[in-house]
């Protein structure tokens, strides 16, 4: 049974390029999480999609945007990247709007901003 | 506003011993929490989870507990092992229905000691 993975590992990007991080979930869930950690922090929520829609958000500005396909992968994208966008990038999924609980976590995608 | 916090950065323990890691959390409305572990280089793991009409809940070795009276949750590892060792965060569901939006506390780092 796949759980959940994302890719690239790790990137680096320099200061006002984009970027975008791939999420596959584990199979049978179909919501998709996102989270970013900043080194010795906890994770912080950024949005979530479910039916190829975003459903909530967190306190991220539009240039956080995110993506949902058919087979239940998500996207997140960032543009203009700051320096302080440097931090690991989570995905988690679960099964269903009302499944918040057991989410599943990726090992993340490190992105170094430069 | 909402929010999750850890009493302690970093707990070190014995072998063998019982480990308690405390959290606090500030939401009064929060119906859900959930313990994760993440080990250096990986995703958050889930370890446990509580709703809010329960006050104690117990797994293999670990037992969660819920005090809504002082909004404290701790976390507390029977007979602790090397594998042991690693960041634990206490976690809420900040949506208004349990559909995934976690809040995570700073993190407690557990060092066992053989």
């Known amino acids: 049974d796949a759980g959940v993975t994302q890719s690239p590992t790790h990137l680096i990007k320099t200061r006002g390029q984009q970027v975008t991080l791939r999420c596959s979930p584990k199979?049978?869930?179909?919501?998709v999480s996102w989270y970013q950690q900043a080194l010795g922090q906890g994770p912080q929520f950024i949005f979530q999609?479910?039916?190829?829609?975003?459903?909530q958000r967190g306190n991220f500005p539009d240039r956080f945007s995110g993506h949902q396909f058919p087979n239940y992968s998500s996207e997140l994208n960032v543009n203009a990247l700051l320096l302080g966008d440097s931090a690991l990038y989570l995905c988690?999924?679960?099964?269903?709007?009302?499944?918040?609980?057991?989410?599943?976590f990726g090992p993340g995608t490190r992105l170094t901003v430069t | 506003g909402e929010s999750v916090g850890l009493h302690l950065p970093t707990l070190s323990v014995q072998e063998g011993d019982n480990s308690i890691i405390n959290c606090a959390y500030s939401?009064?409305?929060?119906?859900?929490f959930i313990w994760y572990k993440q080990e250096s280089g990986k995703g958050p793991q889930f370890i446990i989870d509580i709703r809010s009409n329960m006050d104690k809940r117990q797994g293999q070795r670990v037992t969660v507990l819920l005090n809504k009276t002082v909004k404290h949750l701790s976390l507390q590892i029977a007979a602790t092992q090397p594998g042991d060792s690693a960041v634990y965060f206490c976690a809420e569901d900040a949506s208004s229905s349990n559909t995934g939006k976690l809040i995570f506390g700073q993190g407690t780092t557990l060092q066992v000691k053989p």
């Open positions: 939401n009064s409305a929060s119906d859900y």
């Open positions: 199979s049978g869930h179909d919501t």
């Open positions: 988690a999924s679960n099964l269903g709007m009302t499944g918040g609980y057991e989410q599943y």
């Open positions: 999609y479910y039916e190829e829609e975003e459903r």
